[in-house]
């Protein structure tokens, strides 16, 4: 079997072992004679692939007690407003860090619900890093502060959670389970799946129980966490396929030994692919700062861009797949999400090595 490798930025790569157990089980899920699909969200068998889920992500991630876990749909794009119109409550007012393309357009949605404030941009700068503490300007009344613990496109990444006085939101789309999170930091965490998790339609999120009233009257019932919670997020038919294949990685990620042992794989990836970068002479090139690359999604350029085509055609066609730059900043992009292999990330620095000797 050929299987590529997939430096997409999702839907991307899952690990093989949990492809190959979903075919094994596609016909007959757990002796019902009926695939997972084909069964009711409300049958014994699938509430209890749900609650293992759940018990699964609460056991990797430690996430304390009071925090409920919800398994919705809509991408961590309906999040952005969903998280506003949930948490505002009477304040009127939150404040955003903008670090990049996905801060940008959580700020955007959120302008639609409330007076959003910028506590600290990095615009200015290319969004090459994460802005210093020292240069924010919080608001100690505001709803709470939202942050894009990793900025899949512009490849800017916290080193930590920020200590701050209000509820803590955190888009952490494109890095949850790929590193430890401090949960009880945080007020709210939501991440779509299609990145560390599972395939898309399914979004987590994990919201301190505390923040359950604060609903604007507005919000849909179908979007409120607080029945969403109640109902265990089967207020209506949740994306049962997600569910269970993002309950598959979930024993797959502990199989490999827990979060710890995923970061530690993670960041052996990372230092490979910005040190060929560094070290290529000026071939290729990452400007974001060093402390706050990401170990998710490293985005390059080569110095002659003149040979990008040909570079991405090259590797393209080297089983190299995913690694076109996002349209708004063009370049070139590898994310290397969990289940993207140390061997795939030697693979692929071995070519890139190869192309800079040729062309450089
Ligand atoms: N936030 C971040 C950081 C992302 O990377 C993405 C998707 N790339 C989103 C939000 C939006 O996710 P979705 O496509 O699931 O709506």
Same mark, same amino acid.
């Given at each position: 079997m050929a299987r590529s490798h997939n430096f997409s930025a999702g839907p991307t790569a899952l690990p093989l072992e949990v492809l190959r157990q979903a075919h094994e089980e596609f016909f007959d899920f757990a002796g019902t004679g009926m695939s997972v699909m084909e069964i009711s969200h409300r049958s014994e068998v699938f509430m209890e692939l749900a609650y293992q889920a759940e018990q699964d992500l609460r056991a990797i991630l430690q996430v304390p007690s009071q925090y409920k876990v919800l398994f919705v749909q809509g991408g961590a794009s309906l999040q952005f407003a969903q998280v506003p119109m949930n948490l505002l409550g009477d304040k009127g007012t939150a404040d955003y860090l903008h670090t990049g393309l996905w801060s940008g357009k959580a700020i955007q949605a959120a302008q639609r619900y409330c007076d959003v404030?910028? *506590? *600290? +941009? +990095?615009k200015a700068s290319g969004f090459d890093r994460i802005p210093a503490v020292t240069d924010w300007n919080l608001n100690p009344n505001a709803a709470y502060l939202h942050y894009t613990e990793n900025e899949t496109v512009h490849g800017v990444q916290f080193a930590g959670a920020p200590c701050v006085s209000v509820p803590l939101i955190c888009d952490?789309?494109? +890095? %949850?389970? +790929?590193k430890p999170i401090d949960v009880a930091k945080h007020g709210l965490i939501y991440a779509a799946a299609q990145k560390n998790m599972g395939p898309a339609g399914l979004t987590i999120v994990i919201i301190? *129980?505390?923040?359950?009233?604060?609903? %604007?009257?507005?919000?849909p019932d179908i979007l409120n966490y607080a029945h969403i919670a109640n109902a265990q997020s089967m207020?209506?038919?949740?994306a049962t396929f997600p569910w269970y294949l993002t309950g598959l990685t979930l024993k797959w990620i502990q199989r490999c030994g827990g979060i710890e042992k995923i970061h530690q794989t993670n960041q052996a990836k990372a230092e490979l692919l910005y040190r060929t970068i560094d070290y290529s002479g000026g071939f290729y090139r990452n400007s974001v700062q060093a402390p706050f690359r990401s170990i998710n999604n490293v985005p390059f350029v080569l110095a002659d861009t003149a040979f990008e085509k040909d570079f991405l055609r090259l590797a393209d066609q080297s089983g190299? $797949? &995913? %690694? $076109? &730059?996002?349209a708004s900043v063009g370049g070139v992009r590898a994310s290397i999400y969990n289940a993207v292999t140390l061997l795939a990330v030697e693979a692929l620095t071995d070519f890139m090595k190869d192309f800079a000797r040729v062309h450089g």
């Open positions: 404030r910028i *506590a *600290a +941009s +990095s952490a789309c494109s +890095s %949850l389970l +790929s301190d *129980a505390a923040l359950l009233d604060a609903a %604007l009257e507005v919000t207020l209506n038919t949740p190299f $797949k &995913g %690694l $076109k &730059g996002h």
